[in-house]
Nanobody, 121 residues
């Protein structure tokens, strides 16, 4: 069974940057990708970005050009580098490990507690 734990959130001014981390423990043969989701206040959780084990990345239109997803296989850790942050990026951010099929990402791990990102002046 695989577990994930997010960290790195905080309060940042508009235009600022943050780097989130996702530490994964355990392994599963079906897992070949990692994803980052976010849930803004009062809204549903949405997929922000995912990355496959071969390095292929995919981003939501709302974050393209501002966020970068990466992972360190040796450390079993993923990252979400967020730049040019906007107030609408305010949300609880969650990571997951999962798999991709036909380019679509499917989470497999249980949701962690997430990490709060607040963009405000």
């Amino acid at each position: 069974q695989v577990h994930v734990m997010e960290s790195g959130g905080g309060l940042v001014q508009p235009g600022g940057s943050l780097r989130l981390s996702c530490a994964a423990s355990g392994t599963a043969s079906v897992i070949n990708a990692m994803g980052w989701y976010r849930q803004p206040p009062g809204k549903e959780r949405e997929l922000v970005a995912h990355i496959t084990n071969t390095g292929t990345t995919n981003y939501a239109d709302s974050v393209k050009g501002r966020f970068t997803i990466s992972r360190d296989g040796a450390k079993n850790t993923g990252y979400l580098q967020m730049g040019s942050l906007k107030p609408e990026d305010t949300a609880v951010y969650y990571c997951s490990e999962g798999y991709t099929h036909n380019g679509r990402y499917y989470p497999l791990t249980n949701w962690g507690q997430g990490t709060q990102v607040t963009v405000s002046s």
